[in-house]
C-alpha cells in the first residue's frame, strides 16, 4: 500500500494493478488508505478499489467521497 505513492509512476500504476490482482483481500487496506492524510495515496487507493469494482470497493469510494468533498 505504501508504494501507491512511489515518485515513479509507472511504479504506481503496476502496484494498482497487482492491488486489482490481488482483489478482495487488499480491499481492506485500501479503505484505510482513502482516510490518508496523503492527497496522492488516496487518489491512487481509489483508483485501485474502483478497478477491483466489487459493491463493498465501490462502497467505500462513494463514501469516502461524501467524507472528503472538497478534497475531491
Do not use: F
Not at 22 to 27: H, K, S
Not at 31 to 43: F, G
Not at 52 to 70: E, F, H, M, N, Y
Amino acid at each position: 500500500i505504501g508504494t501507491l505513492t512511489d515518485p515513479e509512476w509507472n511504479v504506481r500504476r503496476l502496484v494498482v494493478r497487482a492491488l486489482v490482482t490481488i482483489g478482495t483481500p487488499a480491499i481492506d487496506p485500501l479503505i484505510q488508505a482513502l482516510h490518508s492524510d496523503n492527497p496522492d495515496l488516496r487518489r491512487m487507493a481509489e483508483r485501485a478499489l474502483s478497478d477491483i469494482g466489487t459493491p463493498q470497493a465501490r462502497r467505500a469510494v462513494a463514501d469516502a467521497k461524501r467524507q472528503l468533498p472538497s478534497d475531491r
